[in-house]
């Protein structure tokens, strides 16, 4: 049943890197590193170096395809610290350019993690603050190494790989660590130096008493569950999946896993009367941020930019039929690299599945008493990724009426303190357990949505609702209006969402009428969503500021992907969207790429607590005028 690529050739210029390219590229670049390939030398991502547009447009199907993959790494030269290494590998000349990370580091690798945790447990002040605190079997321990962020104490040396690491005693290996939070303590940890270069130590408060186990067998009795569900398509799955190409009811696209940007979706058109429009270039997950707002300092620290600096998209689960996916389901696998250059393939990585959705649309004529009445279906396109404590899922879904929608999915363990009896600090972390409490948090996800709207001449309207004056043309004072403003430049274009004004952002092109004699468009419907509540100010504003606005609007340029720049490890801000946007550039009439950051501001629950139950947040994109009536009254009925 499930699609296998890694293995195969590829045939599109858009195919993700198989094994085999992976590995010839990795040994061309440890021949062109030569003695500085050392020990502790490790790969960090590969990503395709997807082709620029015009390029993608003329590649007719039987050439070969231009192949360029690109590495991140790290190799800790010696006399010289630097952010390590992003190399890129022309797979077709073997050509290998290579340029040092100046600013920032290369993201987080396994090996980092795993020596942040030796490095933490050897050491001795580490060991005797556990002891302190009554604490001796190390060997249960858990300890969860964060990013340092874009500021690792000043006793680390800039250049230097860092990272901050908090513990967490487990009963025993199957246990849930969560539950008991060793408060108060943190090790900084210098992975260049290889040592604990600082040790954080805020005092004692005893673990929290009760267990936060969730797996079945821990619990004092399981209900009656509901009867088996089964989901099945006799007659087959309605939808084709070729290599990485889908098609579905007029949806035509690519999809594939991207280390940084996770799901992508490709070149996403919609066949109408046998002709394929072009909706969106490329759809994906841009930068994420995980800011927590308590002034604890366990956690005032933290803001994780999950995306850049873990490489979300290499913590893809395999995903299990049955459990993650239900009904008729086509997987993708996804290859990634493992630090010594080998390939690392994630079976059923994507998974692909149609799921009824009630009712698409329905009347009842009370003359005729006649009733027509269709059924929703959408495609399902999804992915799932644990990150430390957290478990991400990105569901793309595409709907029979033209609607395109993300729904992100939050779930696994919220962060904790172990808090005294009576002094909880409610308003920054409530209380999920007996003295355990949860701080406040953000998940602010940023997505970036190039479209090519019937083409790349796009322009963005903001269009919001506005009450109209009582008067002589408003007598009753009941009238409200569209206000409907052209977004014209970048500046211009850094929006928030106003959901009193159901505010929301079209994007139209000029250069194509409906039979209305109107621009076809697509308009962007956020959620009810935050954006960033830390101080502009802030070193997290700084190093996210693309979370700053719930829209940014930017001219397409190939290189312009990722919202926090390139490197955000260890990077103190300031690249990516602020650096792009500074010239204030023309969005007009252009080739446009909309950023927009959705979320949700996390205030826990009890209810949270051992694991979470999914919470979602996400934003729809709907035609306006971009058909010419409702694209499904051609739907036949059931
Ligand atoms: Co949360």
Redesign the pocket.
Known sequence: MAQTTASNVPIHPLDPPSAAEVERATALIKETMGKSWGERAGFCSVALVEPAKAALKSFAAGESPGRQLRFLGYDYPVDDPDGGFDATVDLTSGEVAMSRIAKGQAPIGGADVFNAIRIAKQDSGWQAAMRRRGIEDFEHVQIDPWPASGYPHPSIPRGHRAHRCISFVREDKTDNGYARPVQGLIAHVDLTAGRVAHLEDHGDVPLPPESGRYDAASQPRLREGPKPLSITQPEGISFTVDGNAVAWQNWEFRVSLHPINGLVLHQLGYRDAGELRPILHRAALSEMIVPYGDTDPMHRWKHVLDAGEASIGNCANSLMLGCDCLGEIRYLDHVAVKPDGTARLVKNAICIHEEDRGILWKHHDGHSQTTEVRRSRRLVVSSFHTVGN?EYGFYWHLYLDGSIEMEVK?TGI?GVSAVLDGEERAEFAPLVAPNLASPV?Q?LFCFRLDFDLDGETNSVYEAETEAVPAGESNPDGTAFRIRSRLLASEKQAMRNVDAARSRCWKVVNPERRNRLGNPVGYRLLPGATPALLAEASSKVAARAAFARHNLWVTPYRPDEICAAGDHPNLNPGGDGLPAWTTGDRSVEATDIVLWHTVGST?LPRPEDWPV?PVETCGFLLQPVGFFDRNPALDLPPH
């Open positions: 957290y939050l919220v948090h998940h996390h979470m």
